[in-house]
């Protein structure tokens, strides 16, 4: 026996126990609720310093649906990790900080990250971590604009992120980083996706400090074609698919669209009003205004897409 099969719902659920952590993140509440709809066993593992709307909706959920259990985490208690991930098969990692990222908790999301997977290395029933990471933690470099190609090969330069003060892909690179050379040290199966700029329902009202500082250096990102959006619902599909399917390995970059034109580029911005502003009655300009070279490819992602279609 398996085990998955081993780790079924106690009430004769079909599917197996899985773990979200942080599941009041914008993105790990998404997730929590497509494995709901698909019929698996949650444990919504929660942080006291989560988004507030999140939370309290993972709470009133948990008291229509016993298949969803919620636990109180510290990512820098190692203990109550393990408490919330015993008896699941696969661990979800989402980590953010819905106060915004600056250079002195960089730190905070990388020992959450050790925390995660060392946590998972004790658990015996976890058979594969999805690490919910950021197109930010491939992109940044010196000399992003002479590179043809950004893909899942592709890291940013730390010390690059330090010297323009861009925390929040310092925080994604560093935590990525770390995740994967102690994941491979305790032979633990992982995947990592690296999302674009998430947007979704009410992403404005609760996710606006970590949309921004996505968004920090915003500008070079469109000039060298590695600005890109993904929307949440995608997203989470995504989530689950590279944990059902076992084939799956490594970095997958995920969005669905680069920004490369100034219309994109102000329909993105209406999306995010009225965290990016625009000065009034701002148009624009004809249809000869410069086109950036998209550089980001995800064919990796498209290929286990097209073969797993039947799964969404």
Known sequence: ???????L?????DKASVCVLDASTYVGFWIVQKLLFRGYTVRAAVQNNGEGIIRKKIMDLAQTDDRLQTFRVDVL????????SKGCCAL????DNPDGYHDVNVDYEVMGAINVVEA???TASIEKIVFSSSLTAAIWRENIFSQKDVDERTWSDQEYCTKKKLWYALAKTLSEKAAWALAMDRMLDMVSINAGLVLGPAIVQQNSAVTMAYLQGAAQMYENGVLAFVDVNFLADVHIRAFEDKSTTGRYLCFNQIVSNE???L???ENLSPLITLPPRYKCKD???EAYAEKLRSKKLNKLLIEGTAAF
């Not at 026996?1 to 780790?7: E, N, S």
């Not at 719902?9 to 659920?13: D, F, M, R």
């Not at 979800?92 to 980590?95: I, T, Y």
């Open 92 to 95: 979800f990692c989402c980590l």
């Open 267 to 269: 329909k993105l911005a």
């Open 287 to 289: 249809s000869e205004a």
């Open 1 to 7: 026996m398996g085990k998955r099969d081993q780790v």
């Open 263 to 265: 219309e994109e580029a």
């Open 120 to 122: 998972c290395a004790h």
């Open 9 to 13: 719902g106690s009430k004769g659920h």
């Open 77 to 84: 208690d190692y203990q109550s990790i393990v408490e919330a």
